[in-house]
């Protein structure tokens, strides 16, 4: 069963010079999935992103949400939508620095005013779950980049959303807290069933997902489905990656700089 | 492109970065230019207000001057503190911080001139309306538009030497930082909260005793109470700001079932950071803004003052003399014949009033003929008074008095004749100014007062009577000019520790001008310097809003990513601006209140004017101006936000 599907997609910015930003671009995304969407700067990743997560409307095309269509919302109702229905991560987490860690975390239940008994439930599970108990009452500025995503995390989590919105979660921090994010991500992917869509430049990142979507100029690529070893997939997505940049890998390199 | 364009088009084609600078400077320079024509006119350096305002103009001047100054330099390091990251950009492509100097320095002389100019060529413009208004607020005859170099030339030195001085000192006095630091800046916003229980309960223990001294000041305490009190008021309010709002916000945030409701988390989480960062600054605005409101009120004071005197001085001029005082025949003549002399109308009532012992209150009484008085009030046009044998009336000394007076009843006999009399009426009108008649004088009827032979006999020393010669003069502001001599010689007796003159003397026209001219004066200066105080006060939140606006639009950026509407939007953001703007006006308001409840209890034994409907028009105008400049910002603020 498909959580969203994007349907012959087109972006096009308007200005003194227009841009085609996404062409005609479709794809699903099941339930339960961990979706990596890939490509070179320029491709057309965020502007899909911003698409999706609804700040953005297409300029043909439709995104379905759970048989819904969001283009049909005024903005009102679509404020309502993003933050009952959409989670996100960010690369560089925009945890609001007033609020205290537990704060941050309710922050999208007390903007639809749920109940404080729900609150202080659903934050005790998170925390125990993503080991934040001991950072609950610090300030953003007085913990790691790495528990500053686990924070972002709990925040996309809280308010149990359809689909979660990663934008490279990965990309200001070091291998360690890599690795740690990114295993966190794909065990919430599978103890939760969440669905996640991330946006990434990184193949190790990419590596940690169900299937990796490929795009390049604005258009379909490829698509990788996930086998049982990673490293075999992770191999497989570095070869799609070298065609993407025209053969030359040496390319990567300077697309891995945030 | 040379270094000059560079800075040059930086202005020019910013010009929306650079208007709120460039509007701040350029009101100063208005004000002040204006403020310079007016100290520099030529009929008001040759003196018709005496010297003693002169000095009072250039203080306030002074005060001008300096607070503008510090005004230019806040709004500079303010516009400075939102270039922080175009400035990182230049000193990342290699500029020298010397290079960078020289470009704050140019646009800042760029800005500077065309403000100077600008300010003086609207100034000018405005300065004949200007002229007007002082016209009518003293009451001359013509204050003409001039032309002459000095306010001229002192606007372009005080300003251009402030810009140079101001753009200088910012730039070499700001602290070194690193460029990193200057790119990131939203990463490294420091937020702890710092505060004392102690100190927060001692703000608000020293501003309430504040108050309630202000609220017990009686005309005897009035001196060390003025002393106190400001004191007691700005070491609270500084707490206050420091320490009470922090410690109020932290108390509520530790209740979840308050903090995490309704969306209340946001706003209050933003509050504490704001009130721990502009602590000082709302503590600053505070006493500025009290200030503004205190000058505002006391000018409405003033004026209801001089509204009010005709009433309270319904004579033209009045002579007292003794009995038997040798120079009554020569003084009344030569007031008389400088009137005629002006051409002026008046109506002369001459009055023997008698002294007599009351059995009542076993004191004296000043006794009052009935036809001498209705004498007095035919030409005023009052009433006249009836009184049969063995009536007698008040003569009320005050416009309290009246109703006092009228709930009084009296019977009493005059002990020297031994007539007997009974008091139970009072005039209903003021008949002499409280400075000629005692607080016990009464009239009686024609038939009783023949009856009065025998002279005060209980201190024999003090004269038994006195002659009151009272003109009623219609145009009574007209007659300022006559009995300049008199007067004077009565107002230097009076300084001395004893008034040994046997006669006095009182002209209310001369003493109306006086007066009047004093607090006009002081009047136009409070407004300039309350204009211009109000001006910075809203300035300073306006500064400090554009200054961090680049990091909230960072974060109204996530929030609608995470879902917020527009409405949510719009709410937010007045929690957000609310306590900022009416927090420290609230608090300027509330002190003043105090103030004026102090200032009311002085002026009632004083003058005996109420000034409560001036200070109520006064503060809800002030109120109003607030109202439209807050939603003016917030109005601006939404906007930025948004997109």
Redesign the interface.
């Known amino acids: 069963m498909s959580v969203l599907h994007v349907q012959d997609v087109t972006k096009v910015y308007e200005g003194k010079v227009t841009n085609r930003a996404l062409n005609q671009l479709s794809f699903e995304v099941d339930k339960g999935e961990f979706l990596a969407v890939m490509g070179p700067s320029g491709s057309g990743k965020s502007t899909l992103l911003n698409l999706i997560?609804t700040?953005d409307r297409p300029t043909s095309g439709e995104i379905i949400f759970n048989e819904m269509k969001p283009q049909n919302l005024n903005?009102?109702e679509?404020?309502?939508?993003?933050?009952?229905e959409?989670g996100?991560v960010?690369q560089d987490f925009?945890l609001?620095?007033?609020?205290t860690v537990e704060?941050n975390v309710?922050?999208?239940l007390?903007?639809d005013?749920k109940p404080?008994s729900v609150?202080?439930e659903r934050l005790g599970v998170l925390a125990e779950r993503l080991d934040l108990t001991t950072i609950l009452h610090k300030?953003p500025?007085e913990i790691s980049g790495g528990q500053a995503q686990r924070v972002a995390i709990a925040r996309a989590l809280i308010h149990e959303p359809a689909i979660i919105l990663a934008d490279e979660p990965t990309g200001n921090l070091d291998s360690n807290n890599t690795r740690e994010v990114l295993e966190l991500l794909s065990n919430i992917n599978r103890e939760r069933q969440a669905t996640i869509v991330m946006v990434t430049h990184d193949p190790i990142a990419a590596s940690y997902c169900d299937r990796v979507l490929f795009i390049k100029d604005g258009e379909f690529f490829n698509e990788i489905h996930r086998d049982d070893r990673r490293q075999t997939f992770f191999q497989r997505i570095l070869n799609v990656l070298s065609l993407l940049g025209g053969g030359q890998v040496g390319d990567l390199s300077s697309i891995r700089l945030p | 492109m040379t270094f000059h364009q560079f800075a040059y088009r930086n202005v020019i084609r910013n010009i929306r970065v650079y208007a709120a600078y460039f509007m701040a400077s350029f009101f100063s320079v208005f004000v002040f230019f204006i403020y310079s024509m007016l100290m520099f006119h030529p009929e008001i350096e040759d003196g018709f207000l005496g010297n003693v305002p002169i000095i009072w103009m250039v203080v306030a001047e002074i005060i001008l001057v300096v607070f503008s100054w510090f005004f230019i330099f806040y709004s500079m390091k303010a516009f400075l503190e939102a270039r922080a990251k175009e400035f990182a950009i230049l000193l990342h492509l290699g500029m020298e911080r010397r290079q960078l100097s020289r470009l704050v320095f140019l646009e800042t002389i760029i800005i500077g001139s065309i403000s100077i100019i600008l300010g003086i060529v609207f100034g000018y413009a405005f300065s004949k309306f200007f002229f007007m208004i002082v016209r009518e607020i003293l009451m001359l005859e013509d204050l003409p538009l001039y032309l002459s170099w000095e306010p001229f030339l002192l606007t372009i030195a005080v300003y251009f030497s402030a810009f140079i001085l101001i753009s200088l000192f910012s730039v070499h006095f700001s602290p070194e930082r690193k460029v990193i630091d200057l790119l990131n800046r939203y990463?490294t916003?420091?937020?702890d909260v710092d505060f004392t229980k102690g100190k927060a309960i001692l703000g608000i223990v020293l501003i309430l005793g504040g108050y309630v001294l202000a609220l017990l000041t009686t005309r005897s305490t009035m001196i060390i109470f003025s002393v106190f009190i400001p004191f007691l008021i700005i070491l609270g309010t500084y707490l206050f700001f420091t320490d009470t709002t922090q410690y109020f916000v932290d108390r509520i945030k530790n209740r979840?079932?308050i903090y995490?409701?309704?969306?209340?988390?946001?706003p209050m989480?933003?509050q504490?950071?704001v009130l721990k960062n502009n602590g000082k600054m709302f503590f600053v605005m505070t006493i500025v803004t009290t200030l503004a409101f205190l000058s505002i009120g006391l000018l409405a004071t003033l004026s209801s003052y001089t509204s009010q005197y005709d009433k309270l001085n319904p004579l033209g001029l009045i002579y007292k003399g003794h009995i038997d005082n040798p120079k009554e025949n020569e003084h009344i003549s030569s007031l008389v014949s400088e009137l005629e002399e002006k051409e002026l109308s008046y109506q002369l009532t001459r009055f023997t009033v008698l002294k007599q012992t009351s059995s009542f209150t076993k004191f004296e009484v000043e006794v009052f003929k009935e036809s001498d008085i209705n004498n007095l009030l035919v030409s005023y046009g009052y009433p006249l008074v009836r009184l049969a044998r063995g009536e007698a009336m008040f003569i009320p000394y005050s416009e309290d008095s009246i109703k006092e007076l009228s709930k009084k009843r009296v019977e009493t006999v005059l002990l020297e004749n031994d007539v007997e009399i009974t008091i139970d009426q009072v005039y209903p009108e003021l008949i002499f100014p409280s400075s000629i008649v005692s607080l016990n004088s009464i009239i009686i009827s024609d038939v009783d007062f023949r009856r009065l032979v025998k002279p005060y006999s209980s201190f024999p020393h003090e004269e038994p009577g006195y002659h009151l010669f009272a003109f009623d003069i219609p145009q009574w502001v007209e007659a300022e000019g006559v009995g300049v001599a008199l007067q004077q010689e009565v107002s230097e007796e009076s300084l001395k520790e004893e008034y040994k003159l046997p006669y006095y003397y009182e002209n209310a026209g001369l003493n109306y001008s006086y007066i009047l001219s004093t607090y006009s004066l002081f009047t136009l200066l409070g407004l300039l310097v309350a204009a211009v105080f109000l001006l910075a006060a809203g300035s300073f939140i306006y500064f400090k809003l554009h200054t961090s606006l680049e990091a909230e639009k960072?974060?109204f950026d996530?929030?609608?990513?995470?879902?917020?509407?527009?409405?949510?939007l719009k709410s937010l953001v007045t929690k957000l601006l609310f306590p900022q703007f009416f927090l420290p006006w609230g608090v300027a308001l509330c002190h003043s209140l105090f103030a004026f409840f102090a200032l009311q209890n002085i002026l009632k034994n004083f003058a005996n004017v109420s000034i409560v409907k001036e200070v109520v028009f006064a503060f809800g105008f002030l109120i109003l101006i607030e109202i439209i400049y807050y939603n003016l910002i917030r109005w601006r603020y939404i906007a930025h936000v948004r997109d």
Do not use: D
């Open positions: 997560s700040i903005s009102t679509l404020a309502y939508f993003r933050r009952r959409l996100f960010f925009n609001l620095p007033t609020l704060e309710v922050l999208p007390t903007l005013q404080i609150m202080e300030r500025n | 990463k916003i420091q937020i979840r079932f995490w409701k309704k969306s209340r988390m946001l989480a933003e504490s950071f960072k974060k996530v929030l609608k990513r995470m879902g917020i509407s527009n409405h949510e």
